[in-house]
């Protein structure tokens, strides 16, 4: 448990020094959506690392809470703080009733349906133009404000979403490590024995999918409040690959994998700035070899390189 | 009127099911040797249409000649994408096959992009575009095309999958595979052969349907989402319920589009996957422990 938590401090005191390295500056606003999408990554890995349940549906549900923000205090002038656990919560009921059809199939079935649910959510953005405007987009979204301040930077957004990014790590860390964690785990193994040890699959897998769906709608929210402008294009089958790559690049199950595969996947389009064309080419190639010859992910395959090449004596196994 | 309407856009989706069917028969083959839901088989579809520009357009070949070797080529890169993506991999579980035939699928098109750019293409139609009026409604020479091909496509595949040594095999591998090869039937060998004949289809589906829709480097996600929709409305058969299948996601689609929205007609072919999926995963046809080949 204390290494659990000394892990943690880790990861605070890095998020909340890295501004300080990068003053200001063009890659500050980049670092605000490495947070959005850790907490994306975070969700889809509870429901795909440890429940073993696949989602190409989560940009749907991301885009679902970043419309209900959007659409509510733009148009219809509500309060964003009102209307962002609201989202969550709508996004999260609807999760859990289409969950009980579409988790009782699995493997390839499961990810066909689920990606059918992202793109018909994404038809819907595109279609309802009286509602979202259609493929142009929603704009006029209020920034956030606490107390008289205004979220309007690149540095006030940082800290903004990166306390909730660090809430959701501490949240997801402790859950992994739960009577649920455990649970999910013996789910993925095999739902069979689970069931036979009392576990009621069924209805925990449900469960994780709407928790996963309800992270993905807040991280929407706070996208919609940070951008202040949001179009369909953002939510689009592309993105549901895109978090399934930080997943799986990160590591299957591991939280801090995910934070990773965030930090390195939202980093690297920026670094391909003059070859931008090349980064799908790159997601597919580092999707195939990952799983050909990483499928730990990088927070498990780096510790296992170094065991295996420089350290010839290699006891432990390197489990993050 | 209300009824030439009709009969038109039941004849354009009859064609657009066609090619669902085709695709779909595509998935099929591969899901029954294998077990896998290839998630690249639309990017079979895209490389059809897009090599036949290619050998066209730069290579300046005649589009008779331009089509098999497209054929061929999309044929090479399913065997090159069985053998060194699928084959090695070491857990082959669901989850790693999705996203290994997802990584696959993304890179085809981005490789497709950066080779041949984003713009829209299409192909000349392959024997002029004069429309033929059948009842009160026309069709394009092109719609007979694809009819006629895939007629023939299915029929060779019937011969091949009942007729031959090899198609025997393959239907052996489908209904038990280490039953097959106890009997010394090469396994391996016949999910190789899957990935070749599936992405052969998808890549005469990609041609014969790009002079009246166009193409680009990313239609094989649409195109081939369709197909799996028309394979789970057809319960996985690489036969006749699939093909039926399409045709009806193909003119529900087209009926659709032209009497309610056209905006909504993506979203018609996943509401049904989504129904077919909840209610009927067998399809629509099968009985809950069917044959399928």
Redesign the interface.
């Given at each position: 448990m204390k290494k659990e938590l000394l892990k943690f401090l880790v990861f605070l005191v890095i998020v909340m020094a890295a501004p300080l390295a990068f003053k200001g500056g063009y890659l500050l606003n980049v670092l605000v959506f490495v947070g959005i999408n850790t907490m994306l990554a975070i969700a889809l890995n509870l429901l795909?690392g440890y429940a073993?349940q696949?989602s190409?549906g989560h940009a749907g549900f991301f885009g679902l809470g970043a419309y209900l923000s959007g659409i509510m205090t733009a148009t219809y002038g509500w309060n964003p703080w009102l209307v962002m656990p609201l989202a969550a919560l709508i996004v999260g009921i609807l999760a859990f009733m289409i969950g009980f059809?579409?988790l009782?199939?699995?493997?390839?079935?499961l990810?066909?349906?689920t990606?059918?649910?992202g793109?018909?959510i994404y038809?819907?953005f595109?279609?309802t133009v009286d509602l979202t405007g259609g493929p142009s987009g929603l704009s006029g979204i209020p920034n956030l404000t606490i107390a008289g301040t205004t979220f309007d930077t690149d540095l006030k957004n940082y800290y903004l979403i990166w306390s909730f990014t660090s809430v959701i790590v501490f949240l997801a860390v402790n859950l992994a490590r739960s009577r649920v964690g455990r649970a999910l785990r013996a789910i993925h193994d095999s739902e069979v024995a689970a069931q036979v040890l009392g576990v009621n699959a069924r209805i925990i897998k449900i469960q994780i999918f709407a928790l996963s769906a309800a992270i993905s709608s807040l991280a929407g929210s706070l996208y919609a409040h940070t951008m202040t402008f949001i179009s369909p294009a953002s939510f689009g089958?592309?993105f549901s690959?895109e978090l399934?790559t930080m997943v799986?690049i990160g590591g299957?199950g591991s939280i801090y994998g995910s934070f990773f595969g965030a930090v390195l996947l939202t980093l690297l389009p920026e670094f391909l700035r003059e070859a931008q064309?090349?980064d799908?080419?790159?997601?597919?190639?580092?999707?195939?070899a990952m799983?050909?010859f990483m499928?730990g992910g990088l927070v498990r395959g780096i510790p296992a390189l170094f065991n295996r090449f420089i350290k010839p004596a290699g006891k432990g196994n390197g489990h993050a | 009127m209300q009824f030439d309407q009709i009969l038109q856009y039941t004849l354009s989706g009859l064609s657009t099911g066609a090619i669902y069917a085709l695709i779909g028969i595509g998935f099929s083959i591969i899901y029954n040797s294998t077990g896998i839901i290839n998630f690249a088989q639309g990017e079979f579809v895209m490389l059809g249409g897009m090599l036949t520009l290619f050998f066209m357009g730069p290579l300046k070949l005649p589009l008779w000649a331009a089509i098999p070797c497209a054929v061929l080529i999309s044929t090479l890169t399913g065997i090159v994408f069985e053998r060194f993506a699928i084959r090695p991999l070491r857990q082959p579980t669901p989850i790693n096959l999705v996203i290994i035939t997802i990584g696959g699928s993304i890179l085809m098109r981005g490789l497709a992009m950066l080779l041949w750019g984003k713009d829209t293409q299409s192909l000349p139609p392959f024997s002029g575009d004069e429309p033929i009026a059948i009842g009160g409604a026309t069709i394009l020479p092109q719609h007979i095309w694809i009819l006629g091909i895939t007629l023939v496509i299915i029929a060779i595949n019937k011969l091949y999958f009942y007729h031959t040594i090899s198609g025997k095999a393959m239907r052996a591998c489908a209904y038990n595979r280490r039953a097959a090869g106890l009997v010394g039937i090469d396994v391996r060998r016949m999910v190789m052969f899957s990935f070749m004949i599936s992405s052969a289809m998808g890549a005469v589906a990609g041609i014969i349907v790009a002079p009246l829709t166009m193409t680009a480097y990313d239609v094989g996600v649409m195109l081939g989402l369709k197909g799996f929709c028309a394979a789970i409305i057809g319960g996985m058969s690489s036969g006749a319920a699939t093909v039926v299948g399409g045709l009806i996601l193909g003119v529900l689609e087209s009926l659709g589009a032209g009497l309610v929205s056209s905006g909504y007609k993506d979203a018609i072919a996943f509401i049904i996957l989504l129904l077919i999926l909840f209610i009927r995963p067998q399809g629509l046809f099968g009985k809950a422990d069917s044959e399928r080949v």
């Open positions: 795909l073993g696949i190409l059809p579409v009782k199939l699995k493997g390839h079935y990810a066909m349906a990606l059918g649910l793109i018909i038809i819907v595109n279609e089958f592309n690959v399934l799986v299957l064309d090349y799908i080419v790159i997601y597919g190639a580092l999707l195939m799983v050909m499928p | -």
